[in-house]
Every structure is written in C-alpha cells, then in structure tokens.
C-alpha cells in the first residue's frame, strides 16, 4: 500500500520489511510487535492491502455490532492495536485455520495482553515479529545505501578499508535523536518534552492496561530512570531497588519484578540475556541480564542529558552509545534470523554484544566511543574468546562511534556504528 497516498506520510524502509514480506509468503498472519510509536501501523500499511484501526470509535461501534465485519477486505488486512479488540484474535486464527491462503492478516500491537484461557495462542497461525525504534541508518534514510552489511560479514565479507570518521557532535546528535519517527526530524525542545512525555505515559496509563497496580507512576518513573543509569550493564533486581530506595523506599523485590515484566510487555524496556556456553577455564558465567530503554534518546531522556551534558559527560555518553550499537545490532539480527546476547564471566572477560545465528555461527563485538580505543578493544576482545569452547566465530568487530573502517593485523574487524547495514 501506498502509505503517502493512502495516509499522506510516505514510508522510509525498515529493516523489519523483509522478514514481513517473507513471513506473510508463508504463514496466514503476522504480529507486529513493538514500544508503542516505532512505526508499526506505517510498516503494517506499507505491507498491507487494506487496513482498519480498532482504536477509533468507527471500530469499536462496528465490534460491538458484529466483530468479523473488522476482519473483511483485501488481503493481507491490518487490524492494527488489535488488543483493543481482542476477540479479532481469534476470529482471525479461524479464518487463517479455513484458509489455505497465506498473507490473510498483520495484526499490530504495543503490548503483550495477559494470557487468558479464551484467546489461543495463534501457534503455528500467526508469527510474531518485533519490530524496534529506528536505528542509526534508518534515522538518516540511509538503510539501503552502501554499508557494512551484518548478513555479509557473516558470509566472510571484510568491509572496504575507509579513513573517513565522524565528530563527536554527530555522535552525541545522533544518540539523542529518537527512533520514533514522528520525533525523528523534531527540534531538540521538542523532542525532549515529547521523550519525558512518553516516560510519564508509560508510568501512569500504559503500565495500568495490563494490571492493577499497588505501586505509584513515580516509582514506575523512578525505576525507568535507573534502568536507564544502568543501561548496558548487567544489573540484578537488588542493584535496581538500592538505586531507587536513593529517592523512595525501596519497592519490595517482588514489586520490582513486577514492574520489570510489565516494562518489557509494553516494550519500552528489552533485556539482552547472557550467552549460554561452554567455558574453557574453570570460570563462571554470569546470569545477569542486561537492560536497555527501547531507544537510547528514551534513556538520554529519562537521564536528563542533553548534547552539552554528554559533551562533557563522556563514560555516560559511552553507555548510550553502547546502548545503541546493541539497540541496531538487535533489529539487524532479527532481520536476518539471528539473536543478541552478551557474555561476562567471574575473570572479568567480557563481550558487549554476541550475535548467534540458527546455523550456530556467532560473532562477537566490543563496543568502543572512540577510534582510539580500537586497539585495545580488539586485545579485549580476544582475550575473551580465547575463554570460549567454541568453533572460532565467524568474526570479531569493534564497533565505534568515530572510528575509522578496517580489518587490524589479528583480523578483528572495526568500523563506525554509521555505517552497519543489515
């Protein structure tokens, strides 16, 4: 569907486009999935033949009536918030199960309803896909030009030597412009009332959609703010509720988990899991996730630092950064069937981002701001997967904000996050 025509916006790509296509060739419906504002509906639309969106009164008033009404016109057909109405669920799972044709729906949402014993759970019906905010490329309307491709560099390609480097400006603008498309283009006044808008949004009424909660929105505000300190580190719920109990009294662990699970059913909190593998040394893994805000800018916000702070603040502006290399890594892999997990062990040897892919191939990259630091990355990095009992992986990347493009004498690759491509 013509989205500029159809709804005056015309549509930048996605990495998420190919899995969609590809997915609805097979299967009879997709759910998107995704922090509510990263672009579903446009994407839903984009791919889309007709569409209806359940959260207006025309929708509702027509499910009241008569739900499968919603369900008719061409397909593939966009039932977008499909959690508003949540008995088109399974009325789409039967008319996927009467039908052998494939691509019959996209369904949309920006939360994870609870399960109940009525909806079923679309197994082997529907295809759930996640859809992020922007990425860096994306951002800049630069998807599909040339650049380091995530897929290429897993087939052996090595990236074309370059000395062209980004400012400091760029990186710290680029962190601080949101992933949300409305906000991509907004003046940074702009932008930043809208990021802490969606902070308390989050707090007071999304969080509310899914369960009664006991807790007040300022300790649901408080805890994004430090997940969002601790942003691409490993921290366990205790280190969560000390840093809290800096302002409130400490929630309970309970409540905590509580909050984190819904966080992460509204997609505005993702944690990256630690990789599960076999150790050469006697060393052990760590079991601690590692949590990021669903944009880095979301977490610049929730911090109260805007370019001048980062400026000056370079270790916080490190964290972003890392923050968002992970962020682009995670839409990347998705997009071409892989995972993303990190590895630390009890020596101290770590990895800031192991992708895996469905063949077992692996890679693994260190996360560095500056070019300068690209040696030392590369000598960490080995260090680290000399711990591994493993097949050596596919490659070994530091991936910087203002480095240069090159393969280094022990074969690491490094390259500035500007330039990944799925």
Same mark, same amino acid.
């Given at each position: 569907?013509d989205?500029?025509? /159809?709804?005056g916006?015309a ?5 998420v486009d ?7 060739e ?7 999935e995704g ?5 579903k509906?446009m ?5 889309a033949g007709?569409?209806?969106?359940l959260?207006t ?11 499968r009404i919603l369900?008719?016109?061409e397909t593939p057909?966009?039932?977008? /918030?499909w959690?508003?109405v949540?008995?088109?669920? @399974?009325?789409?799972?039967?008319a996927?199960?009467?039908s %052998?044709?494939p691509g019959r ?6 939360a994870v309803?609870?399960?109940d ?6 197994a082997?019906?529907?295809?759930r896909?996640?859809?992020?905010t ?6 800049a309307g ?6 380091i ?6 087939s052996?390609s090595?990236p074309?030597p370059?000395?062209?480097?980004s400012?400091l400006?760029?990186?710290? %603008?680029?962190?601080l412009?949101p992933?949300f498309p409305?906000l991509r283009?907004?003046?940074a006044q702009v932008?930043?009332r809208?990021? %802490?808008?969606? !902070?308390?949004d989050?707090a007071?009424?999304? !969080? ?6 006991r807790?007040e929105?300022v300790?649901v505000e408080?805890m994004l ?10 921290v ?5 509720r ?7 009294p400490a929630?309970s662990e ?8 819904l966080?992460?059913r509204?997609f505005?909190?993702e944690?990256?899991t630690p990789w599960?593998?076999?150790?050469? &040394?006697?060393?052990?893994l760590r079991r601690? @996730?590692?949590?990021h ?8 916000a929730a911090?109260?630092a805007?370019?001048?702070r980062l ?8 964290f972003?950064f /890392? &923050?968002a290399v992970?962020?682009d ?6 997009a ?5 997990h990190?590895y630390?062990d009890? @020596? ?8 895996t892919m ?11 701001l500056g070019g300068?630091?690209?040696s030392a ?5 080995s260090?680290?997967v ?10 070994r ?5 203002t480095g240069?493009?090159a393969?280094l004498?022990?074969g690491?690759?490094?390259?500035p996050?500007?330039a990944?491509?799925?």
């Open positions: 569907m989205t500029a025509q /159809e709804v916006i549509y930048l790509p996605r990495a190919a899995a969609v296509s590809k997915t609805l097979s299967v009879g419906a997709i759910v998107l922090p509510r504002g990263c672009g509906t994407t839903g639309l984009h791919h007709s569409y209806v969106l959260d009164p025309e929708a509702q008033a027509a499910a009241d009536v008569d739900p369900l008719e016109g057909r966009l039932l977008d /918030e959690q508003t949540p008995q088109v669920w @399974n009325l789409a799972r039967r996927v199960d009467f %052998n044709q729906f996209i369904l949309t949402g920006s309803p609870t399960a014993s009525v909806r079923h759970t679309g082997s019906r529907f295809i896909i996640r859809q992020r922007m990425t860096w490329a994306e951002k630069e998807l599909t030009t040339p650049g491709g995530l897929q290429d560099l897993f052996g090595q074309t370059s000395m062209r480097t400012p400006a760029d990186v710290v %603008n680029n962190v412009t992933g409305a283009t907004a003046d932008r930043t809208a990021l %802490n808008g969606y !902070l308390q989050t007071t009424t999304d !969080l509310g959609r899914l369960a009664t909660l807790s929105p300790l408080q703010v430090a997940l969002a300190r601790s942003t691409a580190s490993e366990s719920q205790a280190t969560l000390r840093d809290i109990a800096r302002v409130l929630p309970a409540t905590v988990a509580k909050l984190l699970e966080l992460q509204v505005v909190v944690a990256v599960a593998t076999a150790l050469r &040394s006697k060393a052990k601690s @996730n590692a949590y805000l669903a944009d880095p800018a979301l977490a610049a911090l109260g805007d370019a001048a400026t000056r603040d370079l270790e916080t502006l490190g972003l /890392e &923050s992970v962020h890594l995670l839409v990347y892999a998705e071409v069937g892989g995972r993303v990190r630390r009890s @020596n101290g040897h770590e990895i800031d981002a192991v992708i469905p063949d077992g191939s692996w890679a693994a990259v260190e996360v560095k300068g630091q690209v990355g590369a000598a960490r990095l260090q680290a000399a711990q591994i009992d493993a097949p050596p992986p596919a490659f990347a530091v991936i910087t904000g240069f493009t393969t004498p022990d690491t690759l490094t390259f996050l500007d990944l491509r799925p």
